[in-house]
């Protein structure tokens, strides 16, 4: 019986598992989140927005092929949007009721750090740079660990596009994600962190552990530039998302780290089961005063340490022993 189950065990183990569904690219998961009542997945954030920056190199023929994307809605926001990321034209745009723009949308570096910040910068590494600082020194509660509300994570954009050449023939930019590895420094607007309802009290903003997906965001990015100019060359939809290679159930690794995890908490206990006898024994010695009558009828201390050495040498070894094997 026991070999049958085994190798029913094995025979799925050695099936490769493959999740049919990807985890699609652009879109907006915060109404998916909400069917689920925030229960499981948490997208609780729709604001999601990026800062482009332009090289030395970079000339004005190819800031206008980039264009511009401010999130503006309403009848006039066709002037507030042009070039590749045009969010009529070339991006899925999504409305988002927390910022009252939709997204996503762009900001200009230079221009904010111009008429924001007043110059303080040297580049937007300088801006990404005190904001993490700041978050450094920021208490995190141990109910609301969300970080959404904080000035510093809602001053972070979710990227920064670095734009070298943009035009009819070539595309030429670089893209960084904020890649920390505390959640808490970004918004859960699904492009590098989900929330995740680990279930029990909730936090304040609803959720108090997240997925983080630093890699997912960052090729999620650059997809974005990608099937905006491929749209606004070739005026063609192009849909991208990421899925897992198949892979097959690692059971004899499970098996292994079940047993370390068990190990670790049970031999210790296993091991101190013999304490309390020898506890006893040095109490009673004390108690009685055995040792000093022992030593009245002449015994000598060195044969004293040498058979307690050895009845408790032994003793211990055959608790090892018996828990070993």
């Known amino acids: 019986m026991g070999q049958v189950g085994q190798d029913d065990v094995g025979s799925l183990v050695d099936h490769e598992i493959f999740i049919p569904i990807p985890y699609f690219f652009g879109f907006d998961y915060r109404p998916f989140s909400n069917l689920l009542g925030g229960q499981g997945i948490v997208v609780s954030n729709c604001d999601k927005w990026f800062y482009d920056d332009f090289t030395k190199d970079a000339t004005e023929a190819t800031k206008t092929y980039w264009g511009t994307n401010t999130g503006d809605w309403g009848p006039g926001n066709s002037t507030t949007n042009s070039g590749i990321i045009n969010g009529n034209e070339n991006l899925m745009s999504f409305p988002c009721s927390q910022v009252e723009k939709m997204t996503p949308y762009f900001k200009d570096w230079n221009q904010d750090n111009k008429n924001k910040y007043f110059d303080k910068y040297e580049d937007v590494d300088a801006l990404l740079y005190e904001k993490l ?34 035009n009819d023939h070539r595309l030429d930019f670089d893209t960084k994600v904020n890649d920390h590895h505390l959640w808490q420094y970004h918004r859960s607007n699904g492009f590098t962190k989900i929330g ?45 998302g990421m899925n897992q290679y198949p892979f097959k159930f690692d059971l004899a690794g499970v ?44 015994l000598k201390m060195s044969n004293y340490w040498i058979t307690s050495f050895f009845f408790n040498y032994i003793f211990m070894a055959t608790v090892v022993i018996f828990f070993w094997f």
Request: glycine share 8%; net charge positive; proline share 2%.
């Open 255 to 298: 098996i292994s780290k079940t047993q370390t995890m068990l190990g670790t908490v049970l031999l210790p206990v296993c091991l101190m089961m013999g304490f309390p006898i020898f506890l006893f024994n040095v109490v009673n010695e004390k108690e009685k005063r055995l040792i000093e009558i022992m030593k009245i009828n002449g």
């Open 196 to 240: 995740l309802a680990a279930g029990g009290k909730k936090g304040e903003k609803g959720f108090h552990a997240a997925i983080l997906r630093i890699n997912e965001g960052n090729v999620e990015g650059t997809s974005l530039i990608n099937k905006a100019y491929i749209k606004h060359q070739f005026n063609t939809t192009v849909v991208t």
């Open 133 to 166: 600082t700041n978050l450094a020194l920021t208490k995190i509660k141990y109910v609301d660990r969300n970080l959404d509300y904080n000035e510093d994570v809602q001053a972070m954009p979710d990227a920064v596009f670095t734009v070298n050449e943009a």
